[in-house]
Structure formats: structure tokens, C-alpha cells
């Protein structure tokens, strides 16, 4: 049987020098690349290189570009690519960037522009103010909102976010801890419960309906304690309940902060004047109280809409806990 070569064709035997050479090139090939040492540091330094140019694109300060590492800076250039995206040069976003210190000093939270699905795509510089994270700290948890929000609120965002895009110019508001500084959490003993009110607007130069942005306000829900007040108990409202949540004694401060006296809170049920949207929750804190399993996640503070007397809605963090013996609820 004769063997031929699959390169001439010619039988084998006779034309075995037609085969390339092991570690020798054939002529006319072109030398294979291979890796060196050298190259890959070449790679690197041209990577660096780009990275730095980039960097020094960056409209923030100085400082802060020294302090950024090659993460950070790929997660502002993706900010700003998806900020320009939305906003093309020569528009500018409503209430973005051109909004001095002094005037955003004056807003009661920060604000924040999300894209269609979630991504983030402005946040205004005065977020430090009211998470202890500066814009670009704020990037290293992620690039879209629910990076920063508590995992609990999740579903309820994603929920909200769908139903303003359905509805574009709906206004939507959900609630969630977001994440803050270990300086923050140190101090105040948690993150931040924080209120995102905001609608999508519609783009009308961009022909996709996906382009939508969604501008949200974002207000803490309650003012933190100064050092000087640590210990004021003005900000609390405290209430006992049986265990089905029926009011049996509350304090006065609820009268400040509600409108309701004491008396006409005595003897109703705590569902009575909650949001409807946010009774899952409360039903959920109220079981884990009352069957003793605290230590779950359900116990822990919840953020819920309280009815005032006015019939508007005041926004509370909620702890529970069970009385000693067995005995009913206690709110603050």
C-alpha cells in the first residue's frame, strides 16, 4: 500500500522532505507569534498608557483621579459613554451636571438619571452628603441601581421601574437602604433608608423607546441625629400592641409627627393606617415578631408609609420586637 502526502501528494516515501521540519518554518510561511515576556510588558504598558488618557478625561478633580484604580476609572468612562449616549454633546441632561454646588446643596436628597434597565448614568456630586460615598466610591459597589440598593428592595424596584416604563411620565416612588460608608455605618449603626421618587421621560430625538431616561429624586427618609441630639428621643415615636397589632398605648410625639391624639389611635389597628403597598412588609415584620424568629431578616427595621391625620403619607422606620412573658408588641 503506498502512502501519500497530503501536502504534494506524492508518495511519501519518496518525498518525505516536502513535510515541514519540526521547529523549522516552511518556506514562505510567516513566522508564527508567540509570547514573550517582553511583549506582554509592551501590552501592558500600552493598556496603561490608554487608561491614563482616559483618566485624564474625566471631569473630576485631580485628586480624585489619583486615587482612582483601573476599575474605577472604566466605571466612570462606562458612565459617562452611557451619559452621552442618552444626552448627546451639545444637550444637556435635565438638572445634570451644569447644577452648581450651592444649588444642589439646597435639594433636599441627590439626584439620580438611570437608564432603561437599571444602569446608572448620572448622580450628582452631592450624594456624599447623603450616603457618606462620594460619586465615584458610590461606582466601586457596581453600575447599576440595585448594586447599591439593600437586596430586600430588589423586587419591589425592579416592579417600579417597569411600571414608570410602561407609563412613561408616571411618577413612581420606592424604598430601600442604600449603601453607605463604613464611617456612616459606624456612626448611625446601618446604612441609609432612602426614598427614590422619579418618573421615565421620554427621549424624543432617540428613535428607540428603550432610551428612555428615568430622572428620580432620591430624599432620605428621615434626618439623621447631630452629635449634639444623639440622644433626643423627639425623632421617635413609640407604641404597644396585642398581638393581632391593635394600638393599646403610643406616645405623644405621635401627635407632632402624625396629628393624631393618643386617644384616637388606642383601641385601632396598626393596618389601619398603613400604606396598602407597603402591608406585605409589615405583615411579614409582624409574623416573624409575633412567632419569635427576630433573628430573621423580616425582623429587622422596615420602611413603611404611615397615614397622618391630613390624610398624606409619612414615610417610617419601623422596629418591633415581643414583649418580656409572652407579652404584646412594642414599636418604635
Avoid at 500500500?1 to 522532505?17: G, N, V, Y
Avoid at 439646597?106 to 450624594?127: D, H, Q, R, T
Amino acid at each position: 500500500m503506498t502512502i501519500f502526502c497530503s501536502h504534494c501528494h506524492r508518495p511519501l516515501q519518496a518525498e518525505m522532505s516536502c513535510l515541514p521540519r519540526r521547529g523549522k518554518q516552511a518556506p514562505g510561511a510567516s513566522k508564527p507569534f508567540r509570547s514573550t515576556k517582553s511583549a506582554s510588558k509592551a501590552r501592558r504598558d500600552q493598556i496603561n498608557v490608554e487608561l491614563q488618557a482616559l483618566r485624564s478625561l474625566l471631569p473630576i478633580s485631580a485628586q480624585e483621579k489619583e486615587r482612582l484604580s483601573y476599575l474605577h476609572t472604566m466605571a466612570l468612562v462606562c458612565l459617562r459613554l452611557r451619559g452621552a449616549q442618552l444626552f448627546p454633546p451639545g444637550t444637556s441632561p435635565p438638572a445634570g451636571p451644569a447644577l452648581g454646588a450651592e444649588l444642589l446643596s439646597l435639594l433636599p436628597g441627590f439626584l439620580l438619571v438611570l437608564s432603561a434597565n437599571g444602569k446608572l448614568v448620572y448622580i450628582s456630586e452631592n450624594v456624599a452628603q447623603v450616603l457618606g460615598l462620594s460619586m465615584v466610591e458610590l461606582l466601586a459597589q457596581g453600575d447599576t441601581i440595585f448594586d447599591i440598593l439593600d437586596g430586600r428592595a430588589h423586587e419591589d424596584a425592579r416592579k417600579k421601574l417597569l411600571l414608570a416604563q410602561e407609563e412613561p411620565g408616571r411618577e413612581v416612588t420606592f424604598v430601600s437602604e442604600m449603601r453607605t460608608s463604613k464611617a456612616f455605618r459606624l456612626q448611625h449603626g446601618g446604612n441609609r433608608a432612602v426614598a427614590v421618587r422619579g418618573r421615565f421621560t421620554a427621549l424624543c430625538r432617540l428613535a428607540s423607546p428603550s432610551a428612555a431616561a428615568f430622572l428620580a429624586l432620591c430624599t432620605p427618609v428621615a434626618r439623621l441625629p447631630a452629635d449634639s441630639d444623639a440622644g433626643s428621643q423627639d425623632d421617635l415615636i413609640q407604641s404597644t400592641h396585642i398581638l393581632d397589632m391593635t394600638f393599646t398605648d403610643v406616645t405623644e410625639s405621635v401627635t407632632y409627627h402624625l396629628g393624631y391624639c393618643r386617644e384616637e389611635l388606642i383601641g385601632q389597628s396598626w393596618y389601619s393606617i398603613l400604606h396598602p403597598e407597603d402591608t406585605d412588609l409589615a405583615a411579614a415584620q409582624h409574623r416573624a415578631v409575633a412567632l419569635g424568629t427576630g433573628a430573621g431578616p423580616a425582623a429587622g427595621p422596615a420602611v413603611l408609609r404611615v397615614l397622618r391625620r391630613d390624610r398624606t403619607w409619612a414615610w417610617l422606620r419601623v422596629s418591633a420586637q415581643r414583649g418580656g412573658g409572652g407579652g404584646g408588641i412594642t414599636c418604635t
